[in-house]
């Protein structure tokens, strides 16, 4: 009893470690499934909150005055640069939704600035 | 269950082996399918030899004296509640439960690594693996627990009756995890350093590994202490053991290091600094283990029979060569383009308070060692005992307060005399208060006026800054009080949580004055009917009544307690001999309250009823067990996550460095 139960735990061993190759050989393609795009939302809000304690801290005078105004500088820059992004996403979204919605009414796409149709 | 467990033991063995070599191949190859693998094989290991412990609980359930360490280790008599004590009472089986331990967390480790030690995340699984191959492989060649006996005895030598306490369910796993624990964090640093991440890759995840050892081994030593104090019969809680300083060692090379990883974080320095300290830590953690199984010195905290000593000693050599080497190979990128702006700061501060630590840490090691370097070049042994301790670790412990008390207040890089003024001001007229107070109610001692001036300054300081900063929140944004707590305690969590532990040891320290400076005791020698007397208290001895059980006889006393003629309190102290194992032990009965405890442990019961007590009243020792609650809650306030941003770091003469880390502290 005990060496059947035995051989069935390395044979579940096994197959869980061996797993990456005979995936490897027979899905290929799991691996290349691409990761949904994050929307950055929840490192804006650290940024915020890393804002908030560095102003903490330099009204607590922990910080220098010349410290506080760089390091706040630099997660302004942070933050300013993820804002950027995800409005960035968000027009590409827009214009997406825009031509899914001109295909669906069948409206020809407006000429670009070289005449051509996309 | 002994053929099972065998299977899953060497199975355990075998994944292991493949697990470090596939680590190895998969990072040094650059071979991702070989890496995962590894990696899965480090993910099962925990079931595999959570089947092996089943096996092994199994057996001590069904009372199978075939297995060797059953009959040695358990008796038909033994109460069925201390088959898990049972378990790894023994060599081999607190080697197995190492091994798990070992397993479970490295499992956690490798899955939740941060994004930043990815690249290098196969030496770190490789080092990790080699480490549990180690103790897989001990266990399976020189500590099998499920050897066999030809034939099964029929009945076991039973469990050491020591063992037998509350205190046993979580003392020995506690620090056995917190000693092994401490390869985790090492395994990032080399495994960061070894892939050529010189910058803070390893960091984060060394910070919250480190901080988990540190708090397993604060309980474990904590829950020790607490056993220690109900069992052993003498009064005290610590005694400077070897054994108890082999496992203080590695937690106070810990805390110099979650402290000083702070300023890394923060300021980006002392990059070098921590690297050296884990690697003390870790080796720390193997001299624990070396002293613990079949080290030179016996202790009633070893396991003294082992032969296991060598192959811990060799293992703690190779454990601590190996990561200096990648250190000093790695020494010219490591080195950090800041310094320190000025001793008024709070990484001054935090140096200062690493050097007490390490400092505590040399002598207690130097006490450890003296005994067998004595006898090794002398030729005869001196042993180092308590008072040496106090001498030289007491004047180190009250300036580790004083440290511990002003560092937070400090500013980050220099201090203006304004910034000090209103950071000092109230701690220090709170802690000169209180030293004035207790002067006028008749304390003298230099000693204890320090030490409780120091607590009140730490215990001020927190207070402090807590209330201004729930404050300032509430002030503007007209939050509720209980809500800015919340939110403000929320948005800094290693920060709030750091303060939680240091009211923790502010409490520990409470306990460890009281205790060791105005503590009285007396042994007296009481027929029934008899009184003795202690500070206030009345002791009245009733009579003493035999018990006798299949392992044990026991010898219960009642004794009335009363203060002033009015009684307290009945307490029942008892004595018990266990014939198989020629041994007695007892159990004090204690009265604890904030203020003091009454401690009244039989020592000898005459065959006239009489009986000599050991009675002991200690100031404040119950804070010092009600600080492990307290502890854990700022260890899980510190570990608990955080979001993460990219920090961005003061400004440097030279460079300004960014990593991926969040911006506490």
């Known amino acids: 009893m005990a060496g059947l139960v ?3 735990l390395a044979l579940f061993v096994a197959l869980v470690v061996l797993y990456p190759f005979v995936r490897s050989r027979f899905w290929r393609e799991e691996s290349a499934t691409p990761k949904p795009p994050q929307d950055g939302q929840l490192e804006l809000d650290g940024i915020f909150s890393a804002i908030e304690e560095l102003e903490r801290q330099h009204r607590s005078g922990e910080l220098l005055e010349a410290d506080f105004q760089e390091q706040r500088s630099g997660y302004r820059q942070q933050a300013a640069l993820l804002l950027r992004e995800q409005e960035e996403r968000q027009q590409k979204a827009d214009q997406a939704l825009e031509q899914e919605v001109r295909r669906a009414r ?13 | 269950m002994a053929e099972l467990g065998t299977i899953a033991l060497w199975l355990a063995v075998g994944l292991g082996v493949y697990g470090a070599i596939g680590a190895l191949g998969g990072q040094v190859r650059g071979s991702p399918l070989l890496s995962e693998s590894a990696r899965r094989a480090a993910y099962v290991l925990p079931l595999v030899l959570t089947v092996a412990i089943l096996s092994l609980v199994g057996a001590f359930v069904g009372r199978d004296f075939q297995v060797a360490y059953v009959a ?10 201390y088959t898990w004590v049972a378990f790894y009472a023994g060599n081999e089986g607190s080697l197995l439960f190492i091994c798990l331990v070992l397993s479970a967390l490295a499992a956690l480790a490798l899955a939740l690594a941060p994004g930043e030690t990815r690249r290098t995340l196969g030496w770190t699984a490789a080092i990790l693996l080699t480490v549990q191959t180690f103790f897989l492989a001990v266990t399976a060649v020189m500590a099998n627990p499920f050897e066999t006996l030809p034939l099964a005895p029929p009945d076991g030598e039973g469990i050491n009756p020591l063992l037998t306490h ?40 060394a910070r919250q590994w480190g901080l988990v050892s540190w708090a397993l081994l604060a309980v474990g030593l904590l829950l020790g202490s607490w056993w220690a104090y109900t069992i052993l019969g003498w009064g005290g809680f610590w005694f400077w053991d070897p054994v108890e300083n082999a496992a203080l060692m590695p937690w106070l090379a810990l805390t110099a290091f979650i402290h000083s990883v702070m300023v890394q974080k923060r300021r980006g320095m002392f990059r070098m600094w921590n690297i050296v300290l884990i690697n003390v830590a870790f080796g720390l953690a193997l001299y624990g283990m070396f002293m613990n199984r ?14 296991l000593g060598w192959v811990f000693l060799v293992f703690l050599v190779v454990g601590v060569a190996v990561p200096f080497a990648v250190f000093f190979c790695r020494f010219p990128a490591l080195t950090s383009s800041r310094s320190l702006d000025s001793m008024l700061s709070r990484e001054a501060a935090f140096l200062v308070n690493n050097l007490m630590l390490l400092g505590i840490a040399f002598v207690t090691l130097w006490g450890t060692l003296y005994p067998l370097l004595s006898r090794l070049f002398g030729g005869q042994e001196i042993t ?22 002003v560092g937070p207040l400090l500013p980050w890089r220099k201090a203006t005399p304004q910034a000090l003024r209103r950071a000092l001001l109230l701690p220090g007229l709170a802690a000169l208060g209180t030293v004035a107070l207790l002067a006028g109610l008749g304390m003298h001692q230099g000693y204890a006026l320090a030490g409780f001036g120091l607590c009140a300054l730490v215990s001020a300081g927190i207070a402090q800054e807590w209330w201004r900063d729930v404050a300032e929140r509430q002030r503007a944004l007209g939050e509720g009080y209980l809500r800015a707590f919340w939110r403000r305690t929320r948005s800094n969590r290693p920060r709030y949580g750091g303060y939680v532990v240091h009211l923790a040891v502010v409490m520990v320290a409470l306990g460890v004055l009281g205790g060791s400076l105005f503590d009285r005791q007396r042994d007296v020698l009481l027929v029934p009917g008899q009184t003795a007397e202690i500070g206030e208290y009345q002791i009245r001895y009733l009579g003493t009544v035999e018990q006798p059980f299949g392992d044990r006889t026991e010898y219960v006393s009642t004794v009335v307690v009363q203060r002033d003629g009015q009684p307290l309190t009945t307490l029942y102290p ?9 041994m007695a032990a007892t159990r004090a009965a204690i009265r604890s309250t904030p203020v003091e405890d009454l401690y009244v442990v039989p020592s000898e019961n005459r065959a006239d009823g009489a009986v000599v007590f050991r009675l002991v009243v200690n100031p404040m020792v119950w804070w010092m067990w009600t600080a492990g609650p307290v502890l854990v ?30 911006t506490s502290g």
């Open chain 1, 6 to 8: 035995g051989a069935a």
């Open chain 1, 106 to 118: 069948g409206v020809a796409e407006p000429p670009s600035a070289d005449g051509a149709v996309s």
């Open chain 2, 72 to 81: 040695r280790h358990s008796s038909l008599d033994m109460p069925r509640i």
């Open chain 2, 166 to 205: 509350v205190g046993m369910f979580f003392h020995p796993p506690a620090l056995m995890s917190g000693l092994v624990a401490a390869a985790i964090p090492l395994a990032f640093v080399m495994g960061s350093l070894i892939g050529g991440k010189t910058k803070d890759e390893w960091l984060d995840a």
């Open chain 2, 294 to 307: 079949g080290g030179p010195v016996p202790s009633v905290h070893s396991f003294g029979a082992s032969t």
């Open chain 2, 384 to 405: 180092v005992a308590r008072p040496f301790y106090d001498q030289v670790n007491g004047p180190l412990l009250l300036g580790l307060l004083f440290v511990m008390g």
């Open chain 2, 574 to 582: 008892w004595r018990a001999f266990y014939p198989s194992q020629s």
């Open chain 2, 633 to 662: 809650l700022g260890t899980l306030v510190c570990l608990w996550p955080q979001r993460r941003v990219v920090a961005v770091r003061a400004a440097s003469p030279l460079t300004a460095q960014t990593g991926r880390q969040s």
